[in-house]
């Protein structure tokens, strides 16, 4: 089993920045594809960014340019720094880990997840 915690949510103004992180315990964390998923109100969970165990990254369309995942794997924990946050930005962030090798985008292919930190961007 693998506990996911995310963390670093929180309100920022249109044009601001957040980085969240997503500390993990359980074995083989350096080989586990890790990625981030949103859900805003009223819409399906989706995917935005994804790591794996070779630092080989993939990104949604809407947050490329402005989001940058990355891992550091001494600390068990994986980043999303966001910048240049837009209102449509606002959702609840997942973080997700899989066992899998390569860059999926559905989340029914991610094994663990963790609860949740609320991101929200004012106009």
């Known amino acids: 089993q693998v506990r996911l915690v995310e963390s670093g949510g929180g309100l920022v103004q249109a044009g601001g920045s957040l980085r969240l992180s997503c500390a993990a315990s359980?074995?083989?964390?350096?080989?586990?594809?890790l990625a981030w998923f949103r859900q805003a109100p009223g819409k399906e969970r989706e995917f935005v960014a994804v790591?794996?165990?070779?630092?080989?990254?993939r990104y949604t369309d809407s947050v490329k340019g402005r989001f940058t995942i990355s891992r550091d794997n001494a600390k068990n924990t994986v980043y999303l720094q966001m910048n240049s946050l837009k209102p449509e930005d606002t959702a609840i962030y997942y973080c997700t880990a899989s066992s899998r090798t390569y860059l999926p985008r559905n989340q029914d292919e991610y094994d663990y997840w963790g609860q949740g930190t609320q991101v929200t961007v004012s106009s």
């Open positions: 790591i794996n165990w070779t630092t080989s990254t």
């Open positions: 359980g074995r083989a964390f350096s080989t586990y594809t």
